[in-house]
T-cell receptor, first 114, second 111 residues
Framework: EPEVTQTPSHQVTQMGQEVILRCVPI?????FYWYRQILGQKVEFLVS????????KSEIFDDQFSVERPDGSNFTLKIRSTKLEDSAMYFC????????????FGPGTRLTVT | QKEVEQNSGPLSVPEGAIASLNCTYS??????FFWYRQYSGKSPELIMS????GDKEDGRFTAQLNKASQYVSLLIRDSQPSDSATYLC???????????FGKGTHLIIQP
């Protein structure tokens, strides 16, 4: 069964450094998403991406964040200058579209900012 | 402000019984409703989606939606110890909109 994959599974970085989190959505899915979950808190929406552009973004997704789909398979989230409060699990999700809005999540990347 | 409310639990249910999980949401523009299961340290796993008022059954799971009351529920029949997890309710508007999640209900199935 097709699944969303994410790399790395765990990333440790120092405050102020740039990180890129990578995702390979399910083939033929049209909508792509990033979410984060701070330890012990709820899953929070960051951004959605469709037709090679951002469709919606939350208040969390400020100028420090950016997304890209550099080729036909990868979908990346970049955090330009990490802060301690960026430490969280980051989940990528994809959705087929065409009236099917079910979102399938990848295993996540645990980001630790020191 | 879009809000999704769930009782955090823990909700303790004997094995073989029915577990009932509830969720309310604030955004009347919500069109799609989902239940996810999340084991500790893992990612959300989709269990059910529901788009219309009424009931939707899939195996041991039944989702119920009442848009007038802004209420979604999930019933798990013949509960198994492996059903012990946190159950997340999520809602969205249309198209590419992101999901708004509740904090989840921690369900414990007692053998």
């Amino acid at each position: 069964e097709p699944e969303v994959t994410q790399t790395p599974s765990h990333q440790v970085t120092q405050m102020g450094q740039e990180v890129i989190l990578r995702c390979v959505p399910i083939s033929n899915h049209l909508y792509f998403y990033w979410y984060r979950q701070i330890l012990g808190q709820k899953v929070e929406f960051l951004v959605s991406f469709y037709n090679n552009e951002i469709s919606e973004k939350s208040e969390i997704f400020d100028d420090q964040f950016s997304v890209e789909r550099p080729d036909g398979s990868n979908f990346t989230l970049k955090i330009r200058s990490t802060k301690l409060e960026d430490s969280a699990m980051y989940f990528c999700a994809s959705s087929p579209g065409g009236g099917n809005y079910e979102q399938y999540f990848g295993p996540g990347t645990r980001l630790t900012v020191t | 402000q879009k809000e999704v409310e769930q009782n955090s639990g823990p909700l303790s249910v004997p094995e073989g019984a029915i577990a009932s999980l509830n969720c309310t949401y604030s955004d009347r523009g919500s069109q799609s409703f989902f239940w996810y299961r999340q084991y500790s340290g893992k990612s959300p796993e989709l269990i059910m989606s529901i788009y219309s008022n009424g009931d939707k059954e899939d195996g041991r799971f039944t989702a119920q939606l009442n848009k007038a009351s802004q209420y979604v529920s999930l019933l798990i029949r013949d509960s198994q110890p492996s059903d012990s997890a946190t159950y997340l309710c999520a809602v969205k508007r249309g198209g590419a909109d992101g999901l708004t999640f509740g904090k989840g209900t921690h369900l414990i199935i007692q053998p």
